[in-house]
């Protein structure tokens, strides 16, 4: 589950991710053991063709949350359509901005402390370390040696 939060706290977006999209963006993040080679192959690409991330955009329909990721070439933006967890990692490794738009913030709810903290424990109460490995992972909480 993905949650982002307005600059100001007034909101935030609450999405869930498929297992193996929630599993990339972990690995962009540090937060799991791994490597994600398709994001190095993206950045060199981008960097062979003189662009750069300029950010990741979280939009929303009637279907859910989508994403696009923005780079910037010669002072044009090119938005390409994306997995919501692969823009925001994309961008988390470029350090630049997540944003969402209006359609996705009609998804929003207002930020209360007391409902977010039984969201994420009812969530908590479901998963277990079993769910954040894949096939061929390590057993939950083994770490291979390097």
Known sequence: MVLLEDEGSARWLAFYLPMNEANRLACALGRAHGHVPIFDLV????????AAV???EIH???????ATIVYEQDGSAMSIECHPADAMAL???ARAPIVASESALAHACPVNGELRNHAVR???ATVSPGD????G???AGERPSH
Not at 43 to 50: P, S
Not at 60 to 66: F, L, V
């Open 43 to 50: 950045e060199h690409l981008a960097r062979t063709l003189g």
């Open 132 to 135: 954040f490995t894949g096939p």
């Open 54 to 56: 300029a950010r990741a």
């Open 60 to 66: 929303g329909d009637e279907r859910g949350i989508r």
């Open 137 to 139: 992972d390590e057993a």
């Open 122 to 124: 009812r969530w908590l």
């Open 91 to 93: 961008a988390l490794r």
